[in-house]
Each structure stands twice: as C-alpha cells, then as structure tokens.
C-alpha cells in the first residue's frame, strides 16, 4: 500500500510558475515510477509527466513539453513537477501516483493515486 499526498498547488497569473510535490510513503519508494496527472473541468484526466524510478528517464505530454519539469528525490520519499510559463488552459486538479509496470512513460499502469492539488492559472 502506498500513501500519496500532493501539495504545492494554487492561484497563479498566467506566465508564471508553480512547482508541485508528492511525498509518498509506504512501499520502496525508489523502486517504482511516478506520474503526474490533471483533471480540468468537465474533461477526462489526462496525462502530464512520468519519470522512472531512478529519476534519469522521463517522458511528458505534448502539451506541456518545455515548459514543466519532473523530478524526484528517492533520499525524501518525493516527486515534484516543476510548472513554468503556465497557461489559463493548465487550469485542473492534479495528481500523483505510482506505476510498477513497463508502460509508466505512456501513462499506463498507474495503480496508487494522492487525492490531487488544485492548480488555477488566471488570465
């Protein structure tokens, strides 16, 4: 069993910058891989960032590709999402969670998630 709990969210200006933390405990922290997931408004959760349990391969979304950073910190139990030039469109709850199979850079097999942080991006 493995306990996500994410913080870091908030009102921003668009073009400005957040960064996004998920403390996880439970289970090996170093030996799985993580994910960042958003929900807008009336649409599907969708995937945004995905790093691997060493930390030295990631993957992201095409709509965030440059201007969001994943990375993690096995010595802290944490994963955080570094959000710059943020867009009124980043506007969604996001998430967290962990996968402990292949396909984690797809956004697939994602089995534990946090209760997700909500990220307002003003115009």
């Known amino acids: 069993q493995v306990h996500l709990v994410e913080s870091g969210g908030g009102l921003v200006q668009a073009g400005g910058s957040l960064r996004l933390s998920c403390a996880a405990s439970?289970?090996?922290?170093?030996?799985?891989?993580m994910g960042w997931f958003r929900q807008a408004p009336g649409k599907e959760r969708e995937f945004v960032a995905a790093?691997?349990?060493?930390?030295?391969?990631?993957h992201y979304a095409d709509s965030v590709k440059g201007r969001f950073t994943i990375s993690r910190d096995n010595a802290k139990n944490t994963v955080y999402l570094q959000m710059n030039r943020l867009e009124p469109e980043d506007t969604a709850v996001y998430y967290c969670?962990?996968?402990?199979?292949?396909?984690?850079?797809?956004?697939?097999?994602?089995?534990?998630w946090g209760q997700g942080t909500q990220v307002t991006v003003s115009s």
């Open positions: 790093i691997n349990w060493s930390g030295d391969n990631t």
């Open positions: 439970g289970g090996t922290f170093s030996s799985y891989a």
């Open positions: 969670a962990t996968s402990f199979g292949s396909s984690w850079w797809a956004g697939l097999g994602y089995e534990y």
